[in-house]
Nanobody, 124 residues
């Protein structure tokens, strides 16, 4: 069983950058598709980005495409989300998630494992 712990959130001004990390315990990290989701107050959890097991393919929500980059290091059991050109509407709790599949899903219900979340606040 993989356990996920996010870090790297914080307060940043609009236009700034943050890098989120999600460290996974266990020896089966490379067998999981990894995703990042976010949830703002009063809103549903939404897909941000996902990456295949090998890291060869990545997927993004239209709202973050060109600004965010997901990557993974299977040797370090870690997935990252580099966030550039941040906007106030990016403010949310960001969660990493894992699912045992081949093609990543944009549906949070498809993911089996979740981290506790890390707060990202972007001021205008």
């Amino acid at each position: 069983q993989v356990q996920l712990v996010e870090s790297g959130g914080g307060l940043v001004q609009a236009g700034g950058s943050l890098r989120l990390s999600c460290a996974a315990s266990g020896r089966t990290f490379s067998s999981y598709v990894m995703g990042w989701f976010r949830q703002a107050p009063g809103k549903e959890r939404e897909f941000v980005a996902a990456i295949k097991r090998s890291g060869g393919s990545t997927y993004y929500a239209d709202s973050v495409k060109g600004r965010f980059t997901i990557s993974r290091d299977n040797a370090k059991n870690t997935v990252y989300l580099q966030m550039n050109s941040l906007k106030p509407e990016d403010t949310a709790v960001y969660y990493c998630a894992a699912e045992r599949t081949v093609v990543p899903s944009r549906n949070p219900a498809a993911y089996d494992l979740w981290g506790q979340g890390t707060q990202v606040t972007v001021s205008s």
